[in-house]
Structures are given as structure tokens and as C-alpha cells.
């Protein structure tokens, strides 16, 4: 079965610094990732997607993600942090070819300070 | 802005009522999904339809159900609600209803039951 796990649910950074945010998966199958950010009040929005091309994926907004299949990894990093990344952000795994089911991880919620 | 529409933004009722959501997917997508936020259970699949038929069930108690129509707009239907049932719910579409589908998320509904 599959599922998501976001080994943190709280990270805090000081504007100008890396970002890392962990997320381990399990599935049978070829997944396929998703990170999704979620600002207070407002709806999901994709930042970036792998579906089995390039291990390394770009996102919006100078985010990027590398999926590690040795290590079921699926970690988001951007390499300076601004004030406006402050949010949720999920991962999310999908499997199941036929239907496009997202299973969501927990949540990691992203603190940015001045 | 997603593209997604959803209505009413904020719902309020009382326990053992009978609420209906509203969702209108973006120009040419075909597939509608439904999730439901909370603080216990984080964000949950619901259920998914592609082109007016239902393809995937998820965590959907029997007191809920839903519907595609002909113009593609989606209802979500919540009977006999319970306090447990206060959530923020999410529509998505996307143009297929396949593993790896971009969804694009609208900005919810929040029901609240007394």
C-alpha cells in the first residue's frame, strides 16, 4: 500500500537560507510525487511533479525536489528561503494508473524568520 | 487562481442537516476529485469522477455522496452531519484521471456543524 511520510512537521529557517523538507514514501509500484504548498486561507497549489523522467525536478518559485528511489525519497529543497515561502507544504504519492487518488502526507509547515 | 470554483466558501449548520457543495472543474477538464481537510485526519480522498462516472472511491462515509454532470460540474452531498464532519473540502480537476495528472485544486469549502 501506499503512503507518504513528512519526517517533520515543523521547520523553521531564517530568510536568505536553504530549505529542506523530508519526505519518505512507500509504494509498490512507480509512483508518482507530488509537493503541493498551501498558504493560510487559500487553496493547494503544485509546486513541482516527478513521474518517472528526470530524478531531479524543477518547481515554481526556485523549488526543486530529487527522487531517490534507493532511499524512497522525495525531499523539497530551495537554496535561499524568502518570507512568502512561509506555508503548508504536502507531499503527496500516486500509484494507482487507472485513477489520479493523491495520498497527502501530514503537512510540514514552514516557518521563515526576517 | 486555480481555475477551480467552488461555492459556498464558508458553510455553517447544525447537526442531522443535509448540505450540497459545489464545484465547476476548469475549461476542459474532465475529471473532478473531492478531498476533505481536518485537523485529525489531514487531507483525505473522497472520491474522483471522470467524464460523468464515477472512477475511484477513497475514505467516502455512506452519508456522503456526490455527482458529475453533463457540463461537468460536481456536487458533493453531506446527509445526517455530525460534528466530526467540520472540515475544509477540496475540489481538483485535471484534464485526464490518470497517475500522474496535474490537479489543480480549488479554494474549498468550510463547513462547520454546531
Known amino acids: 500500500a501506499q503512503s507518504v511520510t513528512q519526517l517533520d512537521s515543523h521547520v523553521s529557517v531564517s530568510e536568505g537560507t536553504p530549505v529542506l523538507l523530508r519526505c519518505n514514501y512507500s509504494s509498490s509500484y512507480s509512483p508518482s510525487l507530488f509537493w503541493y504548498v498551501q498558504h493560510p486561507n487559500k487553496g493547494l497549489q503544485l509546486l513541482l511533479k516527478y513521474t518517472s523522467a528526470a530524478t531531479l525536478v524543477k518547481g515554481i518559485n526556485g523549488f526543486e525536489a530529487e527522487f531517490k528511489k534507493s532511499e524512497t525519497s522525495f525531499h523539497l529543497t530551495k537554496p535561499s528561503a524568502h518570507m512568502s515561502d512561509a506555508a503548508e507544504y504536502f507531499c503527496v504519492v500516486s500509484e494507482d494508473g487507472n485513477t489520479g487518488k493523491l495520498i497527502f502526507g501530514q503537512g510540514t509547515t514552514l516557518q521563515v524568520k526576517p | 487562481d486555480s481555475g477551480v470554483t467552488q461555492t459556498p466558501k464558508h458553510l455553517i449548520t447544525a447537526t442531522g442537516q443535509r448540505v450540497t457543495l459545489r464545484c465547476s472543474p476548469r475549461s476542459g477538464d474532465l475529471s473532478v476529485y473531492w478531498y476533505q481537510q481536518s485537523l485529525d485526519q489531514g487531507l483525505q480522498f473522497l472520491i474522483q469522477y471522470y467524464n460523468g462516472e464515477e472512477r475511484a472511491k477513497g475514505n467516502i462515509l455512506e452519508r456522503f455522496s456526490a455527482q458529475q454532470f453533463p457540463d461537468l460540474h460536481s456536487e458533493l452531498n453531506l446527509s445526517s452531519l455530525e460534528l466530526g464532519d467540520s472540515a475544509l473540502y477540496f475540489c481538483?480537476?485535471?484534464?485526464?484521471?490518470?497517475?500522474?495528472?496535474?490537479?489543480?485544486f480549488g479554494p474549498g469549502t468550510r463547513l462547520t456543524v454546531l
Open positions: 481538483a480537476s485535471s484534464v485526464g484521471g490518470g497517475q500522474g495528472d496535474t490537479q489543480y
